[in-house]
C-alpha cells in the first residue's frame, strides 16, 4: 500500500518504563517517522549489580535517521524523558516539548557535567505541530505531572490518538482536567487508532481526585504536634501545591531538601505553575523555625539512599533533623522493586521515635493513571476502530484489551517491544519485527543487555573468583610455587582447614595428574587446575567459584 501508517514500540510495552513508540508514514522504501517518548526504567540492585538505569535499543532507529522527522515528548516523567540525554547524540533529530517538559529537560540538562547540549523546540501547551505527513495535536490531559499531554496524530491514512499518561480528575490542583471536549470531537470526526495507557487497567472504579488527598494532607499538617515532612516525587508540582497550601493553612513555613525538588519548584514557578503559592525557605533557615512553624518538603519517597529523607532517617543530614513526635508522610506509592529500601528509611524513622503516615492508613497518595471506568470513558469519547494496550506489563495489556472488547471496540490488538503493526481501517496486522532490546547505563557507558558484562557481575556476586597463576618451563615443569587467590569466598571450610589450602592443593593435585607430555601445553595445564579447583572447592562449599587460571611460560 502506498500510503501505509505504521506503529512499532520500541519500549514500554510488557513492561513499565522506557517508554518508546514510532510511528511512521509512507511505503517501506519512503517511510517517514516520529518518535513518541524516549524514556528509562529504573534498575534494581539486587538484579542488576552496578546498573543505573536501563534504556531502550534504538539500533533500528539509528539505521532510519535520516527519514526521522522529530522526536516528540508527552511528559516529563523519566520513564517517558530520562533516555534523551544519553540517546539523541546518536540521533540528532529535532526534539519537541511543552514548556513545563521543555526546561525541565533542560534543568536536568544542565545539572549533569559534561551533559551534550540538546536544543528544545517549544510547542504551547494545547499547541499543534506540523511534521511531514504528521499532523499533531497537543491535548492537555490530568496527570502527576505538569503538562501532561495525549498526542492525537493525523495521518492522510487517519487519526491515532497516543494518550501518554493519563487518568480523569477533575479537581486536579495544577493545570486543567483532562480535555473530554476535544477528545469527543476527534471521536466525532472519527479515529482509526487509541495507543492508550494500562497501567491501572486492573482496577476497578476511578482513580481519587488530587483534592482528596490535599484534604488528607491538609488535615495531617494541621493536626501534627510538632515537626512534619513531607516526602513525595519531585516532579509532581500538584503534590507539591498541596503541601504548599496546608503549610500555609497552618501557619508553617516550607522548607525544600534535595536537589531534584529544588530544580522542579524553580522551573514549575518559572512556567506558571506555582502562582499564588508562598515563596520557600532555604534548608539553612531549618534549624532556626520552631518546631511547629516549620515544614520540610523532601526528596527521597522511592527511599533513595543519597536523597534527603533517607539521610535525614540514618541522622546524616547537614541541615536537617527529626525526632520524636515529629511526623513523616509519605506522599508516594513504592515504584515496584523499590520497597526494600524504602522500608529501610521507614524503620529509620520510626527508630527515632517519629511517627510515619503511608497510604496504607490515609488518603495520602492517588495513581495519575486511569482505573477501569476512566479507561471505558476515554473508549466512549474516542471511539477507536482499534485498540492497542500501552504501559504496562502482560496483565495490564491484557485486561486492558479485555476491557476494550467488551466495550465494543472493533480490533484489539497486543503487541510487543519490536513489533511492526500496519494500522489499516480493516484491522491492524503485525507485518514485521524491527530491533529492539535494552541497553544498561553502567558508569557512564552504555552496554548491551546481550552483552556478558551484567551476568558475570551477577555470578560474581554471589559465587565469588580463584585467580590462580602457575609459571611453566618449556619441559612442562612448575617454576615457582602456583600464586593463588580468593575474593569472595569463605574463609575455612566447615572443618576449619583454609579454602585457600585446599585450593592451593587442588591445583598442585590437578597438575600432577596430568600425563608428563600433556604438561607443556598451557592451555590443557589451565583448563585441568580450573576443573580441579572447582570441584575441590565446590565439595566443601557446595557452591562453585568462577576461576581464573593464568598460565605463563618462562
Ligand atoms: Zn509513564
Ligand atoms: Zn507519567
Same mark, same amino acid.
Given at each position: 500500500m502506498p500510503s501505509d501508517l505504521v506503529f512499532a514500540p520500541l519500549g514500554g510495552f510488557g513492561e513499565i518504563g522506557m517508554n518508546l513508540s514510532i510511528y511512521g508514514f509512507g511505503d517501506s522504501r519512503r517511510r517517514q517517522w516520529i518518535i513518541v517518548d524516549c524514556g528509562v526504567s529504573f534498575a534494581s540492585e539486587e538484579h542488576l549489580p552496578g546498573v543505573d538505569l536501563i534504556l531502550p535499543d534504538i539500533s533500528y532507529l539509528i539505521e532510519e535517521r535520516k527519514n526521522i522527522l522529530g522526536l516528540v515528548l508527552t511528559h516529563a516523567h523519566e520513564d517517558h524523558m530520562g533516555a534523551i540525554m544519553d540517546l539523541w547524540p546518536r540521533l540528532k533529530v529535532p526534539f519537541y516539548a511543552t514548556p513545563f517538559s521543555a526546561a525541565l529537560f533542560e534543568a536536568r540538562r544542565a545539572s549533569e557535567p559534561g551533559a551534550p547540549e540538546i536544543p528544545a523546540n517549544v510547542v504551547p501547551a494545547g499547541g499543534h505541530l506540523s511534521l511531514g505527513p504528521f499532523e499533531i495535536d497537543f491535548i492537555n490531559v490530568a496527570h502527576s505531572i505538569p503538562e501532561s499531554n495525549a498526542?492525537?496524530?493525523?495521518?492522510?491514512?487517519?487519526?491515532?490518538?497516543?494518550?501518554?499518561?493519563?487518568?480523569?480528575?477533575?479537581?486536579?490542583?495544577? #493545570?486543567?482536567p483532562t480535555d473530554a471536549a476535544r477528545l469527543t470531537a476527534l471521536g466525532d470526526a472519527g479515529v482509526l487508532a487509541l495507543i492508550g495507557d494500562s497501567t491501572n487497567a486492573v482496577r476497578e472504579g476511578r482513580s481519587p481526585s488530587e483534592a482528596d488527598v490535599a484534604k488528607t494532607l491538609a488535615e495531617l499538617i494541621r493536626t501534627a504536634p510538632r515537626r512534619v515532612a513531607v516526602t513525595t516525587f519531585a516532579s509532581h508540582v500538584g503534590r507539591l501545591r498541596a503541601v504548599a497550601d496546608a503549610a500555609r493553612a497552618a501557619e508553617r513555613e516550607v522548607v525544600v531538601v534535595g536537589r531534584a525538588m529544588e530544580r522542579v519548584v524553580q522551573v514549575a514557578r518559572e512556567t506558571g505553575h506555582l502562582q499564588g503559592v508562598q515563596d520557600f525557605r532555604g534548608v539553612e533557615s531549618y534549624g532556626y523555625l520552631p518546631p511547629d512553624k516549620v515544614l520540610a518538603l523532601c526528596t527521597g519517597s522511592?527511599?533513595?539512599?543519597?536523597?534527603?529523607?533517607?539521610?535525614?532517617?540514618? !541522622?546524616?543530614?547537614?541541615?536537617?533533623?527529626?525526632?520524636?513526635?515529629?511526623?513523616?508522610?509519605? +506522599?508516594?506509592?513504592?515504584?515496584?522493586?523499590?520497597?526494600?529500601?524504602?522500608?529501610?528509611?521507614?524503620?529509620?524513622?520510626?527508630e527515632?521515635?517519629?511517627?510515619?503516615?503511608? $497510604?496504607?492508613?490515609?488518603?495520602?497518595?492517588? +495513581? #495519575?493513571?486511569?482505573?477501569? !471506568?476512566?479507561? %471505558? $470513558?476515554?473508549?466512549? @469519547?474516542?471511539?477507536?476502530?482499534?485498540?492497542?494496550?500501552?504501559?504496562? /506489563?502482560?496483565l495490564h495489556l491484557a485486561e486492558h484489551a479485555d476491557l476494550a472488547r467488551k466495550a465494543g471496540v472493533p480490533h484489539v490488538l497486543i503487541c510487543r517491544n519490536g513489533d511492526?503493526? *500496519?494500522?489499516?481501517? #480493516?484491522?491492524?496486522? &503485525?507485518? $514485521?519485527?524491527?530491533?529492539?532490546?535494552?541497553?544498561?547505563?553502567?558508569?557512564?557507558?552504555?552496554? +548491551?543487555?546481550?552483552?556478558?558484562?551484567?551476568?558475570?557481575r551477577r555470578r560474581l556476586s554471589f559465587a565469588g573468583i580463584v585467580t590462580v597463576a602457575l609459571a611453566l618451563s618449556e619441559k612442562g615443569v612448575l617454576?615457582?610455587?602456583?600464586?593463588?587467590?580468593?575474593?569472595?569466598?569463605?574463609?575455612?571450610?566447615?572443618?576449619?582447614? +583454609?579454602?585457600?589450602? &585446599?585450593?592451593? !592443593?587442588?591445583? /598442585?593435585?590437578?597438575? $600432577?595428574?596430568?600425563?608428563?607430555?600433556? %604438561? *607443556?601445553?598451557?592451555?590443557?595445564?589451565?583448563?585441568?587446575?580450573?576443573?580441579?579447583?572447582?570441584?575441590?572447592?565446590? /565439595?566443601? @562449599?557446595?557452591?562453585?567459584?568462577?576461576?581464573?587460571?593464568?598460565?605463563?611460560?618462562?
Amino acid at each position: 500500500m502506498p500510503s501505509d501508517l505504521v506503529f512499532a514500540p520500541l519500549g514500554g510495552f510488557g513492561e513499565i518504563g522506557m517508554n518508546l513508540s514510532i510511528y511512521g508514514f509512507g511505503d517501506s522504501r519512503r517511510r517517514q517517522w516520529i518518535i513518541v517518548d524516549c524514556g528509562v526504567s529504573f534498575a534494581s540492585e539486587e538484579h542488576l549489580p552496578g546498573v543505573d538505569l536501563i534504556l531502550p535499543d534504538i539500533s533500528y532507529l539509528i539505521e532510519e535517521r535520516k527519514n526521522i522527522l522529530g522526536l516528540v515528548l508527552t511528559h516529563a516523567h523519566e520513564d517517558h524523558m530520562g533516555a534523551i540525554m544519553d540517546l539523541w547524540p546518536r540521533l540528532k533529530v529535532p526534539f519537541y516539548a511543552t514548556p513545563f517538559s521543555a526546561a525541565l529537560f533542560e534543568a536536568r540538562r544542565a545539572s549533569e557535567p559534561g551533559a551534550p547540549e540538546i536544543p528544545a523546540n517549544v510547542v504551547p501547551a494545547g499547541g499543534h505541530l506540523s511534521l511531514g505527513p504528521f499532523e499533531i495535536d497537543f491535548i492537555n490531559v490530568a496527570h502527576s505531572i505538569p503538562e501532561s499531554n495525549a498526542l492525537a496524530i493525523r495521518t492522510p491514512a487517519g487519526t491515532v490518538v497516543h494518550t501518554g499518561d493519563w487518568k480523569i480528575d477533575p479537581t486536579p490542583i495544577v #493545570g486543567g482536567p483532562t480535555d473530554a471536549a476535544r477528545l469527543t470531537a476527534l471521536g466525532d470526526a472519527g479515529v482509526l487508532a487509541l495507543i492508550g495507557d494500562s497501567t491501572n487497567a486492573v482496577r476497578e472504579g476511578r482513580s481519587p481526585s488530587e483534592a482528596d488527598v490535599a484534604k488528607t494532607l491538609a488535615e495531617l499538617i494541621r493536626t501534627a504536634p510538632r515537626r512534619v515532612a513531607v516526602t513525595t516525587f519531585a516532579s509532581h508540582v500538584g503534590r507539591l501545591r498541596a503541601v504548599a497550601d496546608a503549610a500555609r493553612a497552618a501557619e508553617r513555613e516550607v522548607v525544600v531538601v534535595g536537589r531534584a525538588m529544588e530544580r522542579v519548584v524553580q522551573v514549575a514557578r518559572e512556567t506558571g505553575h506555582l502562582q499564588g503559592v508562598q515563596d520557600f525557605r532555604g534548608v539553612e533557615s531549618y534549624g532556626y523555625l520552631p518546631p511547629d512553624k516549620v515544614l520540610a518538603l523532601c526528596t527521597g519517597s522511592q527511599g533513595e539512599p543519597r536523597a534527603a529523607l533517607s539521610r535525614i532517617a540514618q !541522622d546524616e543530614h547537614p541541615d536537617v533533623t527529626l525526632s520524636r513526635g515529629d511526623r513523616v508522610i509519605f +506522599s508516594a506509592r513504592p515504584i515496584p522493586g523499590n520497597e526494600k529500601a524504602i522500608s529501610r528509611v521507614i524503620n529509620g524513622l520510626v527508630e527515632q521515635g517519629v511517627e510515619v503516615i503511608t $497510604d496504607r492508613t490515609h488518603l495520602v497518595h492517588v +495513581s #495519575g493513571h486511569p482505573r477501569r !471506568d476512566e479507561l %471505558r $470513558d476515554m473508549i466512549g @469519547w474516542v471511539r477507536p476502530k482499534i485498540l492497542i494496550p500501552a504501559h504496562g /506489563e502482560a496483565l495490564h495489556l491484557a485486561e486492558h484489551a479485555d476491557l476494550a472488547r467488551k466495550a465494543g471496540v472493533p480490533h484489539v490488538l497486543i503487541c510487543r517491544n519490536g513489533d511492526l503493526v *500496519r494500522l489499516a481501517a #480493516g484491522g491492524p496486522e &503485525i507485518i $514485521d519485527e524491527v530491533r529492539s532490546g535494552r541497553l544498561y547505563k553502567d558508569g557512564a557507558l552504555l552496554v +548491551s543487555a546481550e552483552s556478558k558484562t551484567v551476568a558475570a557481575r551477577r555470578r560474581l556476586s554471589f559465587a565469588g573468583i580463584v585467580t590462580v597463576a602457575l609459571a611453566l618451563s618449556e619441559k612442562g615443569v612448575l617454576a615457582a610455587d602456583p600464586e593463588v587467590e580468593l575474593i569472595g569466598l569463605p574463609e575455612t571450610d566447615a572443618g576449619g582447614a +583454609s579454602m585457600t589450602e &585446599i585450593a592451593r !592443593d587442588a591445583v /598442585e593435585i590437578a597438575f $600432577d595428574a596430568l600425563p608428563k607430555p600433556r %604438561r *607443556r601445553d598451557p592451555d590443557a595445564v589451565a583448563e585441568a587446575v580450573r576443573r580441579g579447583v572447582r570441584s575441590a572447592i565446590a /565439595e566443601r @562449599w557446595k557452591k562453585k567459584p568462577i576461576c581464573y587460571v593464568h598460565v605463563l611460560t618462562v
